[in-house]
């Protein structure tokens, strides 16, 4: 059973342009968490989904972010007009039930906005 | 005040030295995390416990629920050990996440 994928694990960007970072839970898992990592700080929850129902999106900036987890394929973390700040570490967690105790962590995306 | 408080931020600690690290919240928690973040920034679940202790091979992780504090320990410490290693909690109720600041251990040979 493969655990939690996230690719790319690199992105580069310039300034204003969009980033797409994907996550593909565990098999048998319908419930995705994105959390950011910023440099020099902890993890921050973005948001919360269930195949195809954001639950909390109570991370997410207000605006430029986005998350979707279709029916098919994996959940997206979508960046409109990146800007520096948005130079992160992105990880994915998913969990079998809707139950955040039980969560099983991506390696990450290393988002760098040039 | 962060929901999740960890100390020491950073260790330095010599091959087969036992080394604690402390985690402190201020939450309702339905269970606590440890988790390890390698250089090359993957994590991995280390701990998930509710009360008392569990262990695992030279790792183990204690919980006071009264006293809303944890501990990981580990003994005989390895050049391998060294990674970051970040607390968190789930609440009770809301449903949230909160992580520590995590603690940077270094472990030399």
């Known amino acids: 059973n493969a655990g939690v994928m996230q690719n790319p694990r690199h992105l580069v960007r310039r300034r204003g342009q969009e980033a797409r970072l994907r996550c593909s839970p565990m098999k048998g898992h319908s419930h995705v968490y994105w959390y950011r990592q910023l440099p020099e700080e902890g993890l921050k929850f973005m948001v919360y989904l269930q195949k195809e129902n954001i639950i909390d999106e109570s991370g997410m900036p207000k605006e430029r972010f986005s998350a979707e987890f279709p029916k098919e394929g994996p959940s997206i973390l979508r960046i409109q007009q990146v800007v520096r700040g948005d130079s992160a570490a992105y990880f994915c967690a998913s969990s079998p039930t809707g139950d955040r105790y039980e969560q099983y962590f991506g390696p990450g995306t290393r988002l760098t906005v040039t | 005040k962060n929901e999740v408080e960890q100390s020491p931020q950073n260790l330095t600690a010599q091959e087969g030295e036992f080394i604690t690290i402390n985690c402190s919240y201020s939450?309702?928690?339905?269970?606590l995390h440890w988790l390890q973040q390698h250089p090359g920034g993957g994590i991995v679940s280390l701990f998930m416990?509710?009360?008392g202790k569990k262990k695992h091979g030279r790792l183990i992780a204690t919980i006071n629920i009264q006293e809303k504090h944890s501990s990981l320990h580990i003994t005989a410490s390895h050049p391998r050990d060294s990674a970051v290693y970040i607390c968190?909690?789930?609440?009770?109720?809301?449903?949230?996440?909160?992580f520590g600041t995590g603690t940077s251990l270094t472990v030399i040979p």
């Open positions: 968190a909690v789930s609440t009770n109720t809301g449903n949230q996440f909160y």
């Open positions: 416990l509710s009360s």
């Open positions: 939450v309702g928690i339905s269970a």
